[in-house]
């Protein structure tokens, strides 16, 4: 609701005009005569000299007695009767009255008869209330403004008067002008003492006549405004009790909280100058409990003249100072206890426990921004919020900055980033959470930053935790060295990005080392840490120019340990044994003042290093052959002597000499460096991150600015630096050698690196959008440039292979606007991966649907593909309702053809006859037209009839050279179109399907295999987009499996050796050009190939081709074509989301065969599939859904690898268990790891935290872990609703399972939903009722001796945590998972016992309710929990996992759950589906379709025709009225509701029309909440704001 605008006055009226108009005097002597006053005051004559005590009466004037009162009317009436316009007159008669209650408010009997006089014209209906209350409070503000600005006038000048008037010997400051002394030079006389006394003590005493007339001042304005209040109220009383608009309502209620909130200001006399409050209890109590009856009688539910909802979000609550009144107190705790219930349906149950796990690599944030796809990468994001009162979302730098230290929202906060640091998400999540030190901010940057959640102390807190972890790991004795390196590498990253104040982290690490765990530091770990980052500008500035380097240095010198049991051959101890020496000698170059503290053992220790780089170190040239100890000296030299490391690493590279680049003219000489083995990755681990980025940029000299051809060794040892540290050492190529890509030689292994070694790396750091739109450019650029084919098809393959990487929304234009630039192979290939993202993934953002149309748009303005109806049957309807109405315009472009075909055949023949002159290329060229040259494939493909001897393949080749890489696609896909009408024709002419097809393919073996004219990879996508064409793919499986082909195939694995690269330690094979690449793109190119080959460019074609035969059903073929090149596809970038991604997009349609051949694909020793998994997929026997144990192991071992675990001062509330639990929780095992021999996860399985480069794809272990987790679901032989059926009975019981479980029961189920114990609740339910009827259910099926053991968790702990991850698993499978699941969730909800019992009552019932849902925190007092809540927490975890797309089908729950029959059963509705409602604020049609829906379940209940048992009270039900006008005014404003914030008009007009339905005592309660501006403040505000909207 609007506050009001109205302009205030010193003394306002109805109009200016109407001051002098004869009747106003006349009015004015009448109310003179009543009040008792013999001539007309000035309007403020009584405000400016209020009465006084202290002032005598020295007589009294005799004076008439005013008239008796009940004369006034007949006196009214007759001044009425002189005057023609009543309607002037009354508008003057309520200005004058204005002004008299203004004037008179502090005489009582005056006061008295102006409510007379109002109670009298108001029963002749003389007053307009709506008009005469909005002046009359504006008057009363702007007198109460005038008469501060007089007391404190009238203050100063008594004061400064006073202090005049008492000053009779003045005080000269001068001390020149004191007379000559009579008692010596320097030595003061008694008379000057004693002047000088006295001015002191006048000054005192002018400053307390000061005082006390600023207190006197102010204790007359406090009378004054109390006095005015008081009436004001009693008007207002009077005035309310007539039919006000709802308008005037609000403006009044205005006014009043105003004067509430704002009690104790100063300038309202309640606090004296010398901050002493001064509080008349009689005076503040007369007006404050006048204002509280006002407001009362507002929002009085008999009434509702104003909604109960408006005290809620006013702020009274938070008013400081409350003052001693118990109506007032009264009011705030009723405002509390509304606000809190209210509150608890916008709050998820254990929302304190949600947070990001990682599992996916989609950065999904809490809150929504209406901003384009392509700002998106710039976007803050916030992936926690913090709940507000209200229990609002909110989020902020400001807010985060609030948070207090151990507080349940810290602990949250500092959880998410703790697992963060653990699970290493991608460098652009922590660039888009974390926040720059308040400390290193520039002081141009001004303000907190809005969209931040995190804290610099937050994130020192998290980063010294995994400190402590690790430390106490290694001192377990536990191989941690990997979890140390990846550490290392994100430790470096934060510290570089300045997220945390460097000294203030050296502080606290000092205090937790030295405090509470202050016997872990056992090793040199912590100086290694540190070392890594010394040469850190903001470190060394903290250690050269800050004011507290001394003791900084010398804390970081006392982390110092020496480890006497050491092996000396072991290069990490080695390392560490001489880090300290390498820390000491940096601190020593840095800084002299420091120098005194270095320890001078540890400075000698370092001639011990230069004596082994003597020695061995600089001679050293074969790094494959090194012994543990010079390898861990190595290391220790790269952190002293960085450079000479460097120059020698290099060296090593180009050891092997060079030689001159063969096949070139003596003009050309192009030298290349020989090969030698690339550094392995064990060495590389171990290098200083100085050693790394000096690596990485003297590497980059040689690789793209040297005119020496680099070898693959030096290529594959700086991509391997580049993966070993993926958060430091990443560099977009593109931004930093956009100047070297004029080169087509730099350009080419640009490329080649990004295709085949370094595309996981950027779909890791969230950077493949950038990298598309970047190659985008240099397509765009090349494809209608003649001759330039190796470029361009490498970059088009490489845009292929980004854009199928994408599992998000992405924009096909970094501008966002215009039609794309990409080809239309890209362009198809765009519309797949966008189909296979919305189905598989759903769209996580809500403006990302907005934009989806235009992107579809841009798309298929370029391209004239339509897709055939067997593939568009598996699109997702989003993408099927915008595709379906294309026109399939093949026909046209057969006629097309045909209409060419003679001049083409004509062309063709004298450019492709065996006797053509070579010199008809290039008339060929400059003559033909385009629409022509397109067909030259297809005429070439007539002319040769399976013969290749009638073509003369050299004068074709040569044109498909010249011409544009453009016009080559074009060809293939005429080629295509042709092809396959040609088939058709020769069909049709009698000859057999076989001879036709021998025929196209041999004719395809001249093009591909005989010359190698066209690339492969572009026509088989081409033929399967004409899959429904019944030949299409039997052609294009035919030339897969092509012996030419598979011949290449086997090559190329050979040549390439383990898919995994980085594990390559032999000497690379360079393959020849030609042989690589074919002649086509070869050449006249001489520059060698490092990566490239034509097989490697099938690797994004073969699954897509996978797709089409599974939506032809061609389920033989496709098991074929997996066994084929199974071996192949494990060189895929991404296989692992290849294959999780075609389970998902085919659910359901697959055989269990190609399921397991899928499966295949992977390489099964490094998945960490359950064990028991392979014996429920294998085909022999029937289907059978495995037991619960299974499913609770899945989950178990996502609460180990994937939910964030929990702190020991974590408090888990909802479920969690006592304290003494909770601080048990230490036991946890570490990342990765489970404890005992029965984890969930085959013994092949590696252990411990995994480098990025280990597990590429999906790219984290957590990501691997719950991915794995949905390949096993997906890969089930049994249905969606057995799976979620199993799941929902396990988490429906899991509390008193695990509880029980240490009793060693054994026991069966008595159902699902009817298991969970009751106890009385906590608002009071009857024991007795209660109690009847009760079960204990476990959960048959389930291992619990160790289940509970193999978490580390109590059970309590373990128990919601298992609740998230099933939420978090549930969430990541396709929509036929969910629709199950909103069954299950209705029927458990439905069958919960105390909901079915008929004969419980309403308070049983609703204490029933309040136990299981509505206090979240009740059911960690006494270990127990309900069936329902379990469900509940269930649905509101998997909400806060599902995309913004997928919650459209949420609305399920509520039509399962229908009709509804109690309040109880309301209640459960809107707690499930309350919550919801914030994240559909962004999305205003799922918002109203879910509003819509809780209505009708309301009508249910409360519905004129509503059949419920027993009768209910509308006020039974206040809380849920609260949330529905809350929920309203957040979805209208878009985010946390302010005081200017409006529900829309469209939504009122919904609840409006639901309302009719309702019982009138209901409907009364949502009265506001209606489009009738005469009922509804909302709908009056909207009106007051469109009538302005015209005016200006």
Request: contains cysteine; glycine residues 4%; hydrophobic residues 40%.
């Amino acid at each position: 609701m609007d506050q009001s605008q109205r302009t205030v006055a010193a003394t306002p009226s109805s109009s200016r005009s109407y001051q002098f108009h004869p009747a106003r005097a006349a009015i004015i002597d009448l109310f003179n005569l009543y009040l008792g006053r013999g001539s007309r005051q000035k309007p403020d004559e009584s405000l400016r000299d209020p009465p006084n005590k202290s002032q005598k009466r020295v007589h009294a004037p005799n004076r008439d007695l005013p008239p008796r009162n009940e004369q006034f009317l007949l006196d009214f009436e007759l001044l009425q009767s002189q005057f023609n316009d009543p309607e002037q007159l009354r508008t003057i008669t309520e200005s004058v009255l204005i002004s008299l209650v203004v004037q008179c408010s502090n005489h009582a009997p005056r006061a008295e008869f102006l409510l007379f006089a109002l109670r009298t014209l108001c029963r002749i209906s003389y007053i307009n209330w709506d008009t005469f209350l909005p002046s009359l409070l504006s008057s009363v503000s702007a007198a109460e403004a005038s008469l501060s600005q007089g007391v404190q006038a009238a203050a100063a000048t008594a004061g400064s008067s006073a202090t005049s008037s008492q000053s009779v010997v003045p005080v000269s400051v001068n001390p020149t002008s004191l007379l000559p002394s009579a008692h010596g030079i320097g030595s003061p006389s008694a008379s000057e003492v004693k002047s000088v006394e006295n001015g002191q003590q006048i000054a005192r005493a002018g400053q307390i006549v000061r005082e006390n007339a600023m207190r006197n001042s102010q204790r007359i304005r406090a009378a004054a405004v109390n006095s005015l209040r008081q009436l004001s109220c009693k008007i207002i009383l009077i005035g309310v009790e007539s039919s006000l608009k709802p308008v005037t309502h609000a403006e009044i209620f205005q006014y009043m909280m105003n004067w509430l909130v704002n009690w104790d200001r100063r300038d309202l006399g309640t606090e004296d100058s010398v901050g002493k409050s001064w509080r008349s209890e009689k005076t503040l109590a007369e007006w404050l409990r006048s204002c509280l009856d006002v407001i009362w009688l507002l929002v009085e539910e008999g009434e509702s003249r104003i909604p109960f909802y408006e005290l809620l979000r006013s702020g009274l609550q938070f008013i400081e100072n409350i003052p001693d009144d118990e109506a007032l107190f009264t009011l705030i705790m009723e405002i509390h206890r509304r606000r809190d219930a209210m509150a608890m349906h916008m709050l998820m149950l254990d929302q304190h426990l949600h947070c990001p796990s990682f599992g996916t690599h989609r950065i999904v944030s809490q809150i929504t921004a209406n901003v384009p796809p392509e700002a998106v990468p710039h976007l803050r994001h916030s992936p926690i919020t913090y709940p507000s009162v209200l229990g609002e979302p909110l989020y902020g730098e400001d807010l985060a900055m609030s948070i207090p230290k151990g507080s349940l929202d810290w602990e949250r906060a500092v959880r998410c980033i703790r697992h963060a640091i653990r699970t290493t998400p991608s460098p652009d999540w922590w660039k888009r959470v974390l926040v720059v030190a308040p400390c290193y901010r520039p002081s141009t940057q001004a303000g907190p930053i809005p969209g931040a959640v995190f804290t610099s102390d937050m994130i020192c807190e998290a980063i010294i935790d995994r400190i402590v972890e690790l430390l106490k790991l290694t001192n377990s004795d536990a191989n941690c060295w990997q979890e140390w390196l990846v550490f290392s590498d994100i430790f470096f990253f934060l510290i570089k990005s300045g997220c945390t104040d460097f000294v203030d982290f050296i502080d606290k690490l000092v205090l937790r080392l030295n405090g509470v765990d202050n016997h872990i530091l056992r090793t040199n770990h912590v100086t290694w840490l540190l070392a890594q980052i010394i040469r850190v500008e903001l470190v060394m500035t903290a250690l050269n120019s800050d004011a507290k380097k001394v003791e900084t240095t010398r804390k970081i010198l006392s982390f110092h340990r020496e480890d006497r049991n050491s092996d000396p051959n072991n290069p990490q101890s080695v390392l560490l044994d001489f880090v300290s020496s390498c820390q000491n000698l940096r601190i020593w170059s840095l800084s002299t003042t420091t120098r005194a503290y270095l320890n001078n053992e540890q400075l000698l220790k370092g001639k011990q290093i230069d004596e082994w780089w003597r020695s061995k170190g600089e001679r050293m040239m074969d790094y494959m052959n090194m012994d543990d100890r010079s390898i861990g000296m190595f290391w220790v030299v790269s952190y002293t002597m960085a450079q000479p490391a460097c120059e020698t690493v290099i060296n090593w590279l180009s050891s092997a000499g060079m030689a001159e680049l063969p096949g070139l003219q003596p003009n050309d000489r192009v030298m290349m460096t020989q090969e030698v083995t690339p550094l392995p990755m064990s060495l590389l681990s171990g290098f200083s991150m100085n050693l790394c980025l000096k690596l990485a940029l003297q590497m980059e000299e040689a690789l793209f600015v040297s005119q020496v051809v680099p070898s693959i060794a030096m290529v594959e040892t700086y991509t391997r630096l580049l993966l070993i540290s993926p958060h430091s050492m990443f560099r977009s190529h593109f931004s930093r050698n956009a100047s070297l890509l004029s080169k087509p030689g730099v350009t080419l292994l640009v490329l080649e690196i990004l295709n085949y070694r370094l595309l996981p790396l950027y779909r890791y750091q969230g950077k493949s959008k950038t990298l598309m739109y970047d190659v985008t450019k240099i397509i765009s650029a090349l494809k209608g440039k003649r001759g330039d084919h190796r470029i361009f098809r490498l970059a088009e393959n490489l845009c292929m292979n980004l854009i199928l990487s994408l599992r998000d929304f992405f924009s096909v234009k970094r501008e966002g606007k215009g039609p794309t630039e990409f080809t239309e192979t890209l362009n198809r290939i765009t519309i797949m991966t966008l189909a296979i993202t919305i189905k598989t993934r759903g769209i996580a953002d809500p403006d990302h649907m907005v934009y989806l149309q235009t992107m579809l748009e841009q798309i298929l303005a370029t391209s004239q593909h339509t897709w055939s109806e067997k593939t568009m049957r598996h699109f997702p309807s989003l993408l099927r309702e915008t595709l379906k109405g294309r026109v399939d315009k093949r026909g046209l472009s057969i006629q097309a053809w045909q209409q060419a075909e003679t001049t083409v055949i004509n062309q063709c023949t004298q450019l492709l006859s065996p006797s053509a002159e070579p010199a008809y290329v290039s008339t060929y060229l400059s003559h033909s037209f385009p629409q022509h040259r397109q067909y030259l494939c297809a005429g070439a493909c007539l002319l040769m009839q399976g013969h290749a001897e009638n073509i003369n393949s050299t004068n074709l080749a040569r044109v498909l050279r010249e011409v544009s890489p453009e016009e080559v696609t074009a060809n293939i896909y005429t080629l295509v179109d042709v092809l396959l009408h040609h088939v058709h024709v020769d069909l049709q002419q009698g000859q057999s399907l076989e001879a036709v097809l021998d025929k196209a393919g041999a004719n395809l073996a001249f093009f591909f295999w005989t010359h190698e004219m066209l690339p492969l990879d572009i026509f088989l996508l081409a033929l399967i987009d004409r899959d429904d064409d019944p030949h299409a793919l039997i052609i294009a499986m035919s030339l897969l499996k092509t012996p030419d082909l598979l011949l290449r195939i086997k090559n190329y694995c050979q040549n390439r050796g383990s898919p995994e690269h980085w594990l390559v330690t032999q000497v690379f094979k360079r393959n020849e050009l030609q042989k690589a690449l074919g002649n086509h793109l070869s050449w006249k190119d001489r520059y060698p190939t490092f990566f490239d080959d034509i097989a490697a460019r099938l690797l994004p074609v073969i699954p897509l081709v996978l797709y089409r035969l599974i939506e032809n059903n061609a389920m033989e073929q496709a098991d074929n074509l997996l066994l084929a090149h199974s071996h192949f596809l494990a060189y895929h970038p991404l296989r692992f989301t290849f294959v999780r991604d075609i389970l998902a997009y085919f659910y359901g349609h697959l055989p269990g065969k190609l399921v397991l051949r899928m499966l295949k694909v992977l390489d099964l020793s490094k998945i960490p599939f359950s064990e028991s998994f392979p014996q429920y997929i294998s085909p022999t026997g029937a289907p059978v859904c495995p037991p619960l144990d299974y499913f609770a192991s899945l989950l178990l071992n996502l609460v180990n690898n994937v939910i964030p675990p929990l702190s020991s001062s974590s408090n888990c509330s909802s479920r969690s268990g006592s304290m003494a639990d909770i601080l048990n929780s230490s036991a946890r095992p570490p990342h990765g790891k489970t404890p005992g021999t029965s984890q969930p996860g085959p013994a092949n399985a590696s252990e411990g935290q995994k480098a990025f480069y280990q597990i590429q794809d999906p790219g984290t272990y957590t990501q691997l872990v719950l991915e794995t987790a949905v390949i096993e679901i997906l890969s089930l032989p049994v249905s969606a609703a057995q799976i979620v059926s199993s799941l929902v009975q396990i988490i429906v019981n899991i509390q008193s399972t695990l509880i029980q479980s240490g009793n060693g029961f054994h026991g069966a189920a008595n159902g699902v939903g009817q298991g969970s114990v009751l106890p009385t609740s906590p608002s009071g339910g009857s024991t007795d009722s209660m109690s009847a009827s009760r079960s204990t259910c476990l959960i048959p099926g389930i291992n619990t001796a160790s289940f509970v053991s193999r978490s580390g968790y109590t059970c309590q702990q373990l128990s919601c945590l298992l609740i998230q991850a099933c939420g978090l698993l549930l969430a990541q499978l396709p929509p036929d998972f969910h629709v199950q699941l909103y069954l299950e969730a209705a029927r458990v909800t439905r069958e919960t016992w105390w909901l079915k019992d008929g004969k419980r009552s309403q308070g049983e019932l609703d204490s029933a309710v309040g136990y299981a849902l509505m206090d979240p925190t009740w059911a960690a007092q006494d270990n127990t929990s309900t069936a329902i809540g379990n469900i509940v927490a269930l649905l509101h975890a998997f909400f806060s996992n599902l995309p913004q797309e997928w919650l459209d089908g949420t609305n399920a729950i509520i039509t399962n759950l229908r009709p509804v029959t109690s309040v109880a059963m309301l209640r459960v509705v809107f707690r499930i589906m309350g919550p919801l409602l914030p994240r559909l604020a962004s999305t205003h049609t799922l918002f109203n379709k879910t509003l819509m829906l809780l209505l009708s379940a309301l009508v249910d209940v409360f519905g004129k025709t509503a059949q419920t048992t027993a009768p209910v009270e509308a006020s039974q039900i206040a809380d849920l009225i609260d949330f529905l006008h809350h929920i309203i005014h957040y979805e209208g404003q878009g985010g946390a509701v302010q005081t200017s914030s409006k529900p829309r008009p469209d939504i009122l007009a919904l609840i409006g029309r639901a309302a009719e339905t309702l019982r009138p005592d209901v409907q009364h309660l949502l009265a506001h909440l209606k489009t009738n501006p005469n009922s509804s403040i909302y709908a009056a505000a909207h009106q007051q704001n469109t009538a302005k909207t015209n005016t200006s």
